[in-house]
């Protein structure tokens, strides 16, 4: 039985997408237990939610990537489709690193075109005896994905290159971008037909796929999702440029774990979030996350790496220790230097070349001694680039070999032609310098190959001639601009463009002594033998699993149209405010206490207009003219401008800079806040935030009458955040001694004094009612930052006030959905002021005596 797929989602991408044919009929369920398989996913709810956690079902994991790991051929003589493992293949490895108890499911494409005809039969064939799902896309939808948006453009950027001119790469094509989206569609429907959305973890690989997460978060709000990006991730000045950079973004964040090979690809994310999205983050004992609409989004950051078991066993094959023989036969009396990298222009195989050509004219002592054997892989993309890529190899290497060579050496042997593993594996064990000068790559194994056959086996040291207990030594030169680089600290690292400087380091490689090459090998195979893809998928696994653990103590809905979409994730007990509940309880009170915060509350936050609106100060007056309420404006804003906004509401009460100032009504005096009274601190903070504004460009200083703040919105995100985390440190330092406090809060370092905060006010005006003998049977509060949390704090505290003869009704509000100590939560400004307009409905408006509780503030403090 198959889960329903979401139907009406082509939409995405913004326009008619490519008619996709469906597929003939629904895939199987995979019985994971006997007995009846469930439908509980089957009929998805309105919130695409299961209530139902099935029990019982072996653990599953779904793997989605862009091929399957499978060959595929015809039989010459039936006709028939023959498949078969593919052993190299990455997603086969990370099966060998799962219990025997865990199913694994494959989901993707075939490396072959397969007539509609055939599809249901192969379909069945795959799922029953490799648990492989395919994915037939349309030729025309696969070459538009793939060969178009994946290799032509997304390719291209992830990896630093901009179509700066139209002989400079593709420009963004929609077209294109439509195919990639309709793509990610179809893989999303596959996953959706075989899962279990309450059991099954799924995990997601490389850049072919960024959107398929918000396909799967649409339709399964808690489903386990991770994903791996096995390419470098782009800076943030690059990524930029890509028309549609936040619906790839958005996209990635509606996973639960998303996995990097190192820190700087990591880094590069996370700044496109901060700067594209607004987004912060965090470290947590050690796991870096990401606060999504209340979702936690974790990062990853573990390179990949090699199956030990499977390189080894190649290793023991007889037709490696054959070509083993024939090559140290053919290359006798000098030293291998290895490359092996695709045809692609981003590999830096012609910066290799040249390399190799200055070093031999720096040092001609080494001719007819040393060999570059360049094994080039097939191109796993097509154009104009690959073509011009492949022409200035050729060229470069036989200028080489002519200008080197002699009619029995040739300094560059290229082998360009398929090459099977036995055959790349001898050359590994033979080969005494391996040199990776890729210009930019994602992760590259390569090097890690390298290490485990030069460390070999007891059956490779009979072909080699050596004894089992026979130092072993590798030598690496690397470029500092692949993924694997910052885990071989043995090796030599180079900048690939700099030609003579990967020269000098092939030299140093070639004379190092052989003590400290067996040092180096020894220190890298220990890192590889233990860091190996077992080990790496298993850590992903295990990261995944902790960061779905809340999945199901939260409540889940979801927002966004199209690809902006996303799933709100928060406390069960945390809902929106219903206008017709509160304005009940509003009518059967009589003493009502209503505490408003000022700026993203009544006003728009980004409002460039600060002054209220005519609408919210009538508002406001309605609701003061009531005898039976107490309304309180508490905001960080200063006096002066508060008074002068809301001058028409005559008694409305008003607490300026977080409480240090509170005025009763319009025609009472302010009273200032003993607990602040010494401001002497300030005088040491502006010089030093002055000194911050002058080394940050687009920062400034508002200067308070009782606190100093440090803004940085307009500053660089990442360098405002920095300095507002060493003025943070910096400050604190200072005023070690001084009655004062720092905060952080969003886009701001805030100095105010000791004991001031909006919390402080609410418990004053409170206790200050009780005191006159109107307890208050009813308090709302309403704000959207975190000083307002404090506020939140104080109301639900006064409720175990024992001094109350009756508990009042409580109406703590955030505005905007995100986690608080509230209760309740409204959108935005616009539902703030519905609620208040409701409550200026219910509101018996006469005019009344200003305040009745006649208590002074100092008496509270």
Known sequence: MASRSCANFLHLAYGDLLDIPQTPRALPRVMTVPGIISDTDCSSSNDGDSDVTSSGCRERKIIVANMLPLHAKRDAETSKWLFSLDEDSLLLQIKDSFSPETEVIFVGSLKVDMDASEQEEVAQKLLEDFNCVPTFLPHDLQKKFYLG???????PL????????????????????????????IFADKVME???????YVWVHDYHLMVLPTFLRKHFHRIKLGFFLHSPFPSSEIYRTLPVRDEILRGLLNCDLIGFHTFDYARHFLSCCSRMLGLDYESKRGHIGLDYFGRTVFIKILPVGVHMGRLESVLNLPSTANKVKEIQKQFEGKKLILGIDDMDIFKGISLKLLA???LLHQHPGLLGKIVLVQIVNPARGSGKDVQEAKKETYLTAKRINEVYGSPNYQPVLLIDRPVPRYEKSAYYALAEYCIVNAVRDGMNLVPYKYIVCRQGTPCMDVALG???????????V????????????GAIRVNPWDIDAVAEALNIAITMPESEKQLRHEKHYRYVSTHDVAYWAHSFAQDLNRSCQDHYSKRCWGIGLGLGFRVVSLSPSFRRLSIDHIVSAYKRTNRRALFLDYDGTVVPEASIIKIPSPEVVSILKTLCDDPKNTVFIVSGRGRTSLSDWLAPCETLGIAAEHGYFIRWSKDSEWETSRVGADLEWKKIVEPVMSLYTEATDGSSIEIKESALVWHHLDADPDFGSCQAKELLDHLENVLANEPAVVKRGQHIVEVKPQGVSKGQVAEKVLSRMLIGGKPPDFVMCVGDDKSDEDMFQSILTSVCNPALPVAPEIFACTVGRKPSKAKYYLDDTADVLKLLQGLANATISKPRCLPQIQVSFESTT
Not at 149 to 155: A, M, N, P, S, V
Not at 469 to 474: A, C, F, I, L, V
Not at 478 to 489: M, N, Q, R, T
Request: glycine residues 4%; aromatic residues 14%.
């Open 478 to 489: 690397v470029s500092e601009f692949i993924g694997c680089s910052p885990s071989l600290s």
């Open 466 to 476: 050596i004894k089992s207990d026979s130092p072993r030594t590798s030598m690496l």
């Open 158 to 185: 992830f990896h630093y290159m901009l179509p700066v001119c139209p002989g400079h790469g593709d420009r963004f094509d929609r077209f294109l971008w439509q195919a990639y989206v309709s793509a990610n569609k």
């Open 149 to 155: 948006f994946c290799k032509q453009q997304l390719w």
């Open 194 to 200: 075989v899962i279990n959305p309450d059991d099954d």
């Open 356 to 358: 190799v050509e200055q």
